[in-house]
């Protein structure tokens, strides 16, 4: 589904990625992990296409789209969510949803009067869909809150929702667990996973939460230093000395396997 074929992203001197590969199959949740600083951020920023890689290719579902725009890879069925949640505070977390665009099917509609009907049916149609995201997500209660008011862990589960708007075929996830308590963590956990098995959603999940990693992520690939450490199962990745080094060197945060 994804290939990422020797990435680099430099700012300055300083590579933040230094030659990344490694691939994504259909259906998996592939879990990256690494020190603070290690680049996975920077690297989702260059799949998902908010500035261009410095070398490398990046290959989505047999085509190359290294040097597509941010709004041409999400239109592929390629959508990222963020470290830090991006709702629009003083909307309703029901509108929050309906704004988010289709991704993949559904024309341009222009909103001038000689197609309000079409219009009317398409608002209809995208207000049920959020509805139903609401439903999945068990969040209808907050339907009408502003999403500004929400908990962390609401606006997690808010920013998967908006996810679920557009016909995403891979979705990377930076931090879901971050800033949630317990109960709404073992939510996102199992919405993930639901997400993944009834509608063929694939991931990449960067994440600090090690019990997230091991029940959801098979592979885990481990980054340190812009590079890609080492790839294989939580247990192989986990008890590999150099992943234990790398955290070890890591002089923000805590130590995290
Ligand atoms: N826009 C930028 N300009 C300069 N340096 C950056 C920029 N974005 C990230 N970095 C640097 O790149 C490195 C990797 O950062 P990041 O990808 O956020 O790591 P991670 O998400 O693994 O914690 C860090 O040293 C960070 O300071
Ligand atoms: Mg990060």
Redesign the pocket.
């Known amino acids: 589904m994804l290939e990422l074929h020797n990435l680099v992203k430099a ?1 300055g001197g ?1 590579h ?1 990625v230094d030659g990344c590969s490694f691939k994504v199959e259909q259906g998996q949740i592939l879990g990256l992990i ?1 020190p ?8 989702f920023n260059l799949v998902a296409g908010a500035f261009p890689a410095t070398r490398g290719a990046i290959r989505f579902r047999g085509e190359d789209i290294t040097r597509l725009r941010t709004d041409q890879r999400f239109h592929r069925g390629l959508v990222r969510t963020f470290q830090i949640p991006h709702e629009f505070g003083r909307l309703r977390v029901l509108e929050n949803l309906m704004m988010v665009p289709p991704a993949q099917h559904g024309e341009r509609l222009l909103a001038n009067w000689t197609r309000w009907r079409r219009v009317r049916a398409e608002e209809e149609r995208v207000r049920e869909r959020a509805w139903d995201t609401l439903r999945f997500l068990e969040l209808t209660h907050v339907a009408e809150e502003r999403a500004g008011n929400l908990s962390g862990g609401q606006k997690k589960l808010l920013e998967l929702g908006r996810t679920m708007m557009t016909d995403a075929r891979l979705v990377l996830l930076d931090e879901p667990a971050a800033g949630v308590n317990r109960t709404l963590l073992r939510k996102l956990e199992e919405k993930i996973q639901r997400l993944n098995r009834e509608r063929g959603y694939t991931f990449v999940l ?1 994440e600090h939460d090690m019990e997230m990693i091991e029940k959801l992520c098979d592979p885990v690939v481990c ?1 340190a230093e812009g590079k890609v450490l080492i790839e294989g199962t939580f247990g192989t990745v986990r008890s590999d000395p150099r992943v234990l080094e790398a955290y070890l060197g890591e002089t923000v945060g805590e130590p995290a396997a």
């Open positions: 700012f300083f933040a690494g603070n600083g290690a680049g996975k951020t920077t690297l960067i980054m």
